[in-house]
């Protein structure tokens, strides 16, 4: 059984970066979905980003794009997500995912992490 642990959070000011790191114990390899999620007090829960494991290729919510780049060290089972030119509209609790389908890469599906606070200060 998966399990992923996130780390790289933080407080920064508006304009800085931080980088999330997402390390997968356990069998993995049956999951080709890997994706960051957000939640943003009182909001719901926002898709940020996904990388198909096998082959690499990358989405973006819109809000994220040209700011936020996700990767991953299959060697070291780690996703990444890069976040520069952070905002104050960027804080929320990060959550990293991993699932077999891209269906499954969603709330109540897949794997899930239990976050890492990231907050941006204006």
């Known amino acids: 059984q998966v399990q992923l642990v996130e780390s790289g959070g933080g407080s920064v000011q508006a304009g800085g970066s931080l980088r999330l790191s997402c390390v997968a114990s356990?069998?993995?390899?049956?999951?080709?979905?890997l994706g960051w999620f957000r939640q943003a007090p009182g909001k719901g829960l926002q898709w940020v980003s996904t990388i198909i494991r096998v082959g690499g290729a990358t989405y973006y919510h819109d809000s994220v794009k040209g700011r936020f780049t996700i990767s991953q060290n299959n060697a070291k089972n780690t996703m990444y997500l890069q976040m520069n030119s952070l905002k104050p509209e960027d804080t929320a609790m990060y959550y990293c995912?991993?699932?077999?389908?891209?269906?499954?890469?969603?709330?109540?599906?897949?794997?899930w992490g239990q976050g890492t606070q990231v907050t941006v200060s204006s």
């Open positions: 356990g069998s993995s390899y049956s999951n080709n979905y």
């Open positions: 995912a991993a699932a077999p389908t891209q269906r499954d890469l969603a709330p109540g599906g897949g794997t």
